[in-house]
């Protein structure tokens, strides 16, 4: 059959293929300029930089389970000289996780290090930093055990994804974007009360958050806003907890 085509169809034939090889270079093309346009406006999380740190208050070499180090799980991290940041270095984080801002809306975010006392530099740009973390909290819901009576019982204080009942909460207020330029949050645990699962007014606010939002882990509502853990902070329904700031081992009070 092929022998027997006109020189004709041949021709179209040639013409045709020429045309769709254009087409898929143009798609290439473009595809290209696409991503590379994305890559500018929302590039890949890299860890800052050395002198990024000490400029805003934290001494990169005293940070632990920072990425790029070696306690720090080797899948969670990976070298990469793609970066063009002068803020960044060339480590890209690989582990991200999901969470919510201050108005429930979703957000994405990778954890970049802990901080101890010793991490801040002894310096004004150290204390204003510690200043900083103290003022902006990731809440962490984790995981309750409950006692006969319904009081909260044993609760780990680690903000470990596996020690979580529900994605964190994360005071994104005024300032954040322009002030809190490394991430760094203190970290607050939230616990239901006894009062919030055994009293009737506890159970019918429950009820009413967890018609929102659905159950957690626990079987206890989901919390996206942080209104409304100011809310049943208030009620007496749920108390926060936080790491000693003294701490030089265990789980973290910061993290960034």
Request: aromatic share 8%; with cysteine.
């Amino acid at each position: 059959m092929m022998a027997s085509k006109s020189p004709k169809i041949q021709r179209a034939l040639r013409m045709s293929g020429a045309a769709v090889g254009g087409l898929l270079m143009l798609a290439g093309a473009r595809s290209a300029l696409l991503r590379a346009d994305f890559l500018r406006y929302n590039p890949p999380p890299f860890d800052f930089s050395d002198d990024f740190y000490r400029i805003n208050g934290i001494d990169p070499t005293q940070i632990p389970m920072r990425v790029g180090n070696p306690d720090r799980p080797q899948e969670h991290w990976a070298l990469d000289s793609s970066n063009t940041d002068p803020t960044r270095r060339e480590v890209r984080v690989k582990e991200t996780t999901g969470g919510f801002d201050k108005d429930g809306h979703l957000i994405y975010y990778s954890i970049m290090g802990i901080i101890r006392p010793f991490t801040f530099t002894n310096d004004a740009a150290g204390a204003h930093a510690r200043e900083i973390a103290d003022n902006f909290r990731a809440f962490i819901f984790p995981k309750t055990p409950r006692n006969p009576d319904g009081s909260p019982g044993a609760v780990i204080q680690d903000p470990g994804p596996p020690n979580r009942r529900q994605d964190n909460l994360f005071e994104t207020k005024t300032g954040y974007l322009c002030e809190n330029l490394l991430g760094l949050w203190v970290v607050e645990f939230v616990v239901y009360t006894r009062a919030a699962l055994t009293t009737s007014a506890g159970q019918m606010t429950l009820a009413n958050l967890a018609a929102r939002h659905g159950t957690d882990l626990d079987g206890t509502p989901v919390i996206k806003r942080l209104q409304e853990i100011k809310d049943l902070q208030a009620a007496g329904f749920v108390e926060l907890r936080e790491n000693s700031d003294t701490a030089l081992t265990g789980p973290p009070r910061w993290v960034i």
